[in-house]
T-cell receptor, first 116, second 115 residues
Framework: DGGITQSPKYLFRKEGQNVTLSCEQNLNHDAMYWYRQDPGQGLRLIYYSQIVNDFQKGDIAEGYSVSREKKESFPLTVTSAQKNPTAFYLC???????????????FGDGTRLSIL | GDSVTQMEGPVTLSEEAFLTINCTYTATGYPSLFWYVQYPGEGLQLLLKATKADDKGSNKGFEATYRKETTSFHLEKGSVQVSDSAVYFCALSGGSGGSNYKLTFGKGTLLTVNP
């Protein structure tokens, strides 16, 4: 079945440590996204990528980094510079948006990151 | 920039009750509008969408109509079930205040349906 796979489901980070969240899609989608979800705040965009080897900062990119070396993969690194990393992280993909922005995004099941 | 405002939750209903979750938006241009649903511990699933004014999106008994004159996209269901308990998000993309690739979300509304 086509879809988006995020791993691990749960992740724990020690102080000063970088951690990487995996996101893989087999939907052949061009665009991929990372969101952070905090209780009562909805989803906020961290980074997005419209095409391989290119990505743009979203609304809350500080303390995060990404790469897009392959179409199907868009890993997110939470660096030690992110002082409040505890959250639920969601990866999504879409088949481009064209002019009208009417293509829906498809989401993975998320990774819950906590601080030890 | 673009923004979405949806009614504060939580919303608690009895089974077979009528559901309305209000959503209004601010955007220039002609955005597309979406409702997503999130079940506990899972990611978001697209529930329905509408891409132009007066379009009605529908799925699994849920409906929402794109009202440009009132900048609204309210979610409705005539008879809710316990299995509808989830968090519902209203979202838009393609407005002139954001890129076509960016989804702008409301804060979500938690719905609990009791037997």
């Amino acid at each position: 079945d086509g879809g988006i796979t995020q791993s691990p489901k749960y992740l724990f980070r020690k102080e000063g440590q970088n951690v990487t969240l995996s996101c893989e899609q087999n939907l052949n989608h061009d665009a991929m996204y990372w969101y952070r979800q905090d209780p009562g705040q909805g989803l906020r965009l961290i980074y997005y990528s419209q095409i391989v080897n290119d990505f743009q900062k979203g609304d809350i990119a500080e303390g995060y980094s990404v790469s897009r070396e392959k179409k199907e993969s868009f890993p997110l690194t939470v660096t030690s510079a992110q002082k409040n990393p505890t959250a639920f992280y969601l990866c999504a993909s879409s088949n481009g948006q064209g002019v009208s922005g009417n293509q829906p995004q498809h989401f993975g099941d998320g990774t819950r990151l906590s601080i030890l | 920039g673009d923004s979405v405002t949806q009614m504060e939750g939580p919303v608690t209903l009895s089974e077979e009750a009528f559901l309305t979750i209000n959503c209004t938006y601010t955007a220039t241009g002609y955005p597309s509008l979406f409702w997503y649903v999130q079940y506990p511990g899972e990611g978001l699933q697209l529930l329905l969408k509408a891409t132009k004014a007066d379009d009605k999106g529908s799925n699994k008994g849920f409906e929402a109509t794109y009202r440009k004159e009132t900048t609204s996209f309210h979610l409705e269901k005539g008879s809710v079930q316990v299995s509808d308990s989830a968090v519902y998000f209203c979202a838009l993309s393609g407005g002139s205040g954001g890129s076509n690739y960016k989804l702008t979300f409301g804060k979500g509304t938690l719905l609990t349906v009791n037997p």
